[in-house]
């Protein structure tokens, strides 16, 4: 049974520590950034920064809401990238059968880049990046190093404030779905992202759209959201697949 982590972003008070850990545990460098007028900073996930705290503002009346998002690799149980990447080069991407973990391996240097867009087009989080030193691809690894060593990833480690959760499936979605029954008294809207699909689960207490435009997996898309929940449930999915392609 796969492990996972469970975000409930109803506890974030978008202090970056988790962000910030993740570059530290993974010893990336610094990277030039700006300030776009937003928390948010960097704008956007990169080569240095497998997760990033998104930060969204929405005015409702008179009341001004902040929807904080720890954003990273979903860990997909059926993951689109590795479909598309085994396409062109096996092995650029691995799946771990016991943490559930989906790892960009070094062979990813191999893709081309018109293959790397594939590979990216197909995530439906918008999370692949690739390192313009060495060509590969780079993400979120679930902290796989430390998983198998019996230690939690490192942005679990460092949350102050029970954002981040870690452990077996089963106790995540259990911890889960007590969360949002506990929320949905107070926040009619409460939902959890994609839970039977993903090993990443988030708690968000609103609309995806008004956290981030790829908070849960969007309309649009090469598979679309409903293609897409229906191939990663289907037990036909290659044949979906070769629909998906034309
Ligand atoms: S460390 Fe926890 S509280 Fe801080 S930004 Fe990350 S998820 Fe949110
Ligand atoms: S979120 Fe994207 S990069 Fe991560 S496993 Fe799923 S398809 Fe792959
Ligand atoms: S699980 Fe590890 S690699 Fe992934 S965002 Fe957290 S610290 Fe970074």
Redesign the pocket.
Known sequence: MSKV?FVDTSRCTACRG?QV??KE??ELPANDTRQTGSHQNPPDLNPYN??VVRFSEHLDGDTVRWYFFPD??RHCEEPPCKMEADEHVKGAVVRDGKTGAVIFTPKSKKLSAAAFEKVRKFCPYNVPRRNPDTGAMVK????NERVVRGMP????KVCPTGTMNFGERTDMLALAKKRLQELKAKHPKARLVDPDSVNVIYLLIDEPARYYEYAAVPEGGPLGRQQFLAWLFSPLKKSVDTVARG
């Open positions: 982590v988790c850990a993740c545990w993974h497998y997760k990273q690799c979120c690894s679930m902290c990833p490192a942005c679990v």
